[in-house]
């Protein structure tokens, strides 16, 4: 099969059902976690790079970071229209855009993710300017948020979680929607129920099947941030943002 380098912006429709929601109604942050990286991989296969040709050429693609901006949370039965779009390139990372709308045209959830692809020969991230088969950027099409460093300094120890069997993807590490799930069981009732505007993540290093997450928090100005460690080793920096409020 041809390979299609060329820029463009890739779609897919997305029905959300009702387990993808939660008590409040609102589309669970890892199901949006779920379907980002899902239209990612979509829109490679499309292209011609499947995930059996990338692991034929001894390599694999891994979100790094990820930046969401929520304008409005999803809810049940809705069918979402999802665009994708690699925008530029940023040390390692292979930046890519989303938009989620709503069936009235209307931007419900924007963002921003930084992917790296990994040798599966050597187990280290190769640039890419390395790659044989590089994307056209769409450059002209920029997005509302941006990925980046998380302060995870001075947090406090507020919870645990033991990786369990279906929390493990068939990389072997804990796949990267379940973050979601286990960031927003951190925390507390009222802290959950709040719409924070903004939503950030950072995959550190990898966690495995029966490894503990230590969960540590603290708050900031205009939100949350939680850090999971396993032991010394930082695994995932997570924040959360709300414009207005103070939970100091």
């Known amino acids: 099969m041809e390979i299609n380098q060329k820029k463009r912006i890739f779609n897919m429709k997305k029905y959300i059902p009702f387990y993808d929601t939660d008590y409040l109604g609102r589309i669970k942050l890892s199901a949006v976690l779920k379907i980002f990286a899902q239209i990612a991989g979509d829109d490679y296969i499309d292209r011609g790079m499947t995930y059996e040709f990338l692991r034929e050429n001894n390599r694999a693609f891994l979100v790094s970071r990820l930046a969401l901006k929520f304008n409005r949370f999803p809810g049940n039965n809705e069918t979402m229209s999802v665009d994708t779009w690699e925008h530029g390139k940023k040390g390692a990372m292979y930046l890519r855009g ?11 959830i924007e963002g921003e993710a930084g ?12 640039r890419p300017s390395a790659f044989p088969w590089p994307v056209e950027q769409t450059e002209e099409k920029e997005t509302s948020v941006s990925i980046g460093k998380i302060d ?19 990389n072997g590490h804990l796949y990267n929607a379940t973050y979601g799930d286990i960031i927003t069981n951190a925390l507390p009732k009222e802290e959950f129920e709040e719409n924070y505007s903004e939503f950030r993540l950072n995959y ?21 941030i939680l850090c999971g460690m396993v032991g010394e080793r930082v695994c995932f920096e997570a924040e959360f943002k709300k414009e207005g409020i103070n939970l100091l």
Do not use: H, P
């Open 98 to 108: 989303y938009e989620m709308f709503s069936e009235d045209g209307s931007i419900a």
């Open 115 to 126: 992917w790296i692809c990994v040798n599966l020969d050597t187990r280290k991230i190769e």
């Open 152 to 170: 995870c300094k001075d947090v406090e120890l507020v919870s645990e979680y033991t990786i369990q069997n279906n929390d493990v993807d068939t």
């Open 204 to 224: 550190v290093n990898e966690a495995v099947l029966g490894e503990v997450l230590s969960i540590y928090k603290k708050y900031t100005e205009c939100g949350i």
